[in-house]
Structure formats: C-alpha cells, structure tokens
C-alpha cells in the first residue's frame, strides 16, 4: 500500500515530461510502388525534351492528382544546353502544413542513349519516382498529417547531354533551388534506389544534421547495416539546394549490377528491380520525416 502513493506520482510526473512519441507508418505499399516503375518503364524513350519525358511528367501529375488534398503543378522553363534549347518541366506536389516545407526530390527524366534508343531507365529515373509516389501515398491517407508542409519535387533534367557544367545537367534541381533559397526546411534526394541488392549509401557532400536523422531513421528500422555514410562526393540534385543553404541529403545506391554495369546501359530494365527496395526506401524517407517531426526540425 506505502508504495502506490509514490508509484502514481511517479507515473504522474512521467507523463507530466513525457517526450512526444515518435509516429510509425505502416509499412510502405510495396505492390503499388512497383506498379510505378513498370508504368514508367512503358513509356520510351524519356529524355528530356522527348514526347515521352512530356507524357511522364503529365503521368506523375495525373498519379498525384488522384490523391486527397494535394495540390500539383508543372513548372516549365526553356534552358540553353549543348545541343540546343530544351524545355524542362519539373513537376511539383505540394502538401499543406505549418511553415517551411520539407523537399522531397527524384528525377523522371531518363539519360538519352544512342545505343539504347528504348532504355527503360527502371533504376536510374524509374524507382525515385515510385518511391516518392509511394510517400505520398502514405502521406496522403494519414489520419494525422504531418506538422509541415511537404512538397515532392520530380526532376526533369538531371541527366546531361554531354558532361556536368553550369549549363548541362541538374536543370530542374538548379531552377527548383533558386526558387526555393531560404524558403526550405530540408531537401532529401532518392535516386537509383530499386535493385535487389539494396546498399544506400550517403555521400560525403551533404548535410551533417540530416546524415544524423538518416542513421536514426535507418537504425530505428533496423536497417543500419544497409544504410551507410560513403566518402564519396556525389554530384546529383541535391547539390543546387546544398549550395543553397538548405540542408540537403542524397540516398542513393551506386552500386548497379556487377562493377555498376546496369548504370546508363540498355541492362537498366524493370527485372532489376525489387519492390522490397522501393519499399524499404520509401519507409526510410517516412521514418526520417518521422525523426524530423519529433526534434522539431527546422522550426
Ligand atoms: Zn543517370
């Protein structure tokens, strides 16, 4: 009996400073993400300036669409690059919520291959995609949404037409960063993330306060042996907003086929890929928003 008295004001004050409870998804729909390559894999080719590049942007912009309460758009604009003036369309999906967003980014557009004039570009373009359509599938059917805004960013011209240079490559990242300097909480990149061997590996070039977040998140899934800081500086979309002083992180597994042989190559098609990947990544980003929810992240 002499105990219950201090056990209940023990209980009392626990509850009293309890820390607010981190959220869990559902695990992420598997089923649905792999349904987003193969989609995306049916159109070819993708490069941009392609009728297909065009017909994919308007695919992810009809796919969010059908969702509950998103509001999304298509951002054009015409780029000198070396072969000439393309017109590039990121398309932008925005969720509601306070302050300032959190950036979720991939790229659609597919690296134009002369020796692969059908490339399907399923890892490389293909699985980011899915896994962001994946997130905001999820996202979208919470029953207590997120605190921030989350605005998914789907890149058109990442890939160059000859070599990276101020004028070649990374167009949509480049455009979407200047427009969104001092105006972004966070940015995080999913790229060549599907394959069966599914090894994330985050470059040396990002943000120090997110890489923590990543390894929290990835040890919170017990996914810690699979999620790795690398030494390697990558050049990819989140470098723009890096370099624009928003904390930008990259999750991506450049590792594709024995010595990389599926990367840029007519090997990259829709059999490589596992939808456990996609999942797994796509959890991952969930967690991470999870993560940034409970720190306060930015406020
Ligand atoms: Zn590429």
Not at 93 to 104: D, N, Q, R, S, Y
Request: net charge negative; charged share 25%; aromatic share 8%.
């Amino acid at each position: 009996m002499k105990r219950l008295i201090p056990g209940i004001i023990f209980s009392l004050f626990l509850v009293g400073c309890a820390e607010p409870e981190q959220r869990s998804f559902a695990p992420a729909d598997r089923n649905f993400a792999m349904d987003m390559v193969r989609k995306q894999c049916a159109i070819v080719p993708r490069h941009s300036g392609s009728p297909g590049a065009v017909k994919t942007a308007e695919f992810i912009l009809k796919t969010a669409r059908s969702m509950k309460g998103v509001s999304a758009r298509i951002d054009t604009f015409t780029e000198d690059t070396p072969t000439g003036k393309i017109t590039f369309r990121n398309v932008i999906v925005e969720l509601p919520g306070k302050g300032k967003p959190v950036i979720i980014g991939a790229h659609y557009d597919a690296k134009k291959l002369s020796l692969a004039p059908d490339f399907q570009a399923a890892n490389d373009g293909g699985s980011g995609v899915a896994v962001l359509l994946t997130v905001m599938k999820t996202l979208t059917s919470l029953e207590k949404p997120l605190p921030f805004p989350v605005h998914f960013i789907f890149f058109d011209g990442e890939e160059c037409q000859e070599e990276y240079g101020p004028g070649d490559g990374l167009h949509g990242s480049r455009k979407a960063a200047k427009d969104y300097a001092g105006k972004a909480r966070a940015m995080i990149l999913a790229d060549m993330v599907g394959d069966d061997n599914w090894h994330i590996s985050v470059p040396e070039n990002c943000s120090p306060e997110l890489k923590k977040i990543v390894f929290q998140a990835a040890k919170d899934l017990n996914l810690q042996n699979h999620v790795e800081q690398s030494s390697m500086q990558v050049l990819d979309d989140h470098v723009p907003f890096f370099d624009a002083g928003i904390p930008a992180v990259n999750l991506i597994d450049f590792d594709y086929g024995p010595d990389n042989a599926y990367w840029h190559t007519a090997y990259d098609t829709i059999d490589k890929i596992d939808p456990e990947s996609l999942g797994k990544t796509a959890d991952l980003i969930l967690k991470i928003l999870a993560v940034m929810e409970k720190n306060s992240f930015g406020n």
